[in-house]
């Protein structure tokens, strides 16, 4: 049920990748207000890529936004009408070279729901092939290979606070019996 009015959408920020919106609203209290809401062009898209001896591959990069280094599943974006699967599997081999025999839909998050409409598609992949990394031109990348328990105890400690990368590796682990 919604209980909020809309007065008036302003886009004030455009590019291919997002669009930022100024709302002029009237939440469920009454008292008139301002909203920003970031609307992303793509969907996320999180790989859980674990081998037969279930360890993990993880990818570390310098994320801008953030001024930090980060450890998390590959990840990429893809087109909001284009299969999720077919994304997922260009991602896990653009990032690690890896291929994959097996795919299972984990589940679906959003990942930052009070200002944005950041949709997450989350996949396990098993039966994994190796192959050449083809990152992009803007990606410094590092592999890293972890048993899935020590991933899990990385989230928990706060190493991997990507949500989803958590989000991934959480239902991996409850799905694997971890």
Request: with cysteine; charged share 25%.
């Amino acid at each position: 049920m919604n209980n909020w009015t809309t007065k008036r959408i302003e886009r004030i920020y455009d590019n291919p990748w997002i669009e930022v919106e100024h709302r002029d609203v009237v939440p469920p209290a009454g008292t008139p207000g301002i909203y920003g809401v970031v609307k992303f062009k793509n969907k996320a898209i999180g790989i859980v890529p674990i081998d037969r001896e279930g360890f993990i591959y993880l990818v570390g990069q310098y994320r801008y936004p953030l001024g930090e280094y980060s450890w998390e599943i590959p990840e990429g974006g893809g087109p909001l009408r284009e299969d999720p699967l077919i994304n997922a599997q260009r991602e896990l081999r653009e990032e690690t070279g890896l291929t994959a025999e097996n795919w299972k839909y984990l589940g679906r998050i959003h990942t930052s729901n009070s200002v944005t409409d950041e949709e997450g598609i989350i996949f396990l992949a098993t039966g994994l092939k190796d192959g050449k990394s083809e990152p992009e031109e803007t990606e410094e990348l590092q592999l890293k290979r972890v048993p899935l328990s020590e991933a899990v105890d990385m989230v928990m400690s706060g190493k991997i606070t990507d949500s989803i990368s958590m989000c991934g590796i959480l239902m991996a682990a409850r799905l694997m019996s971890v």
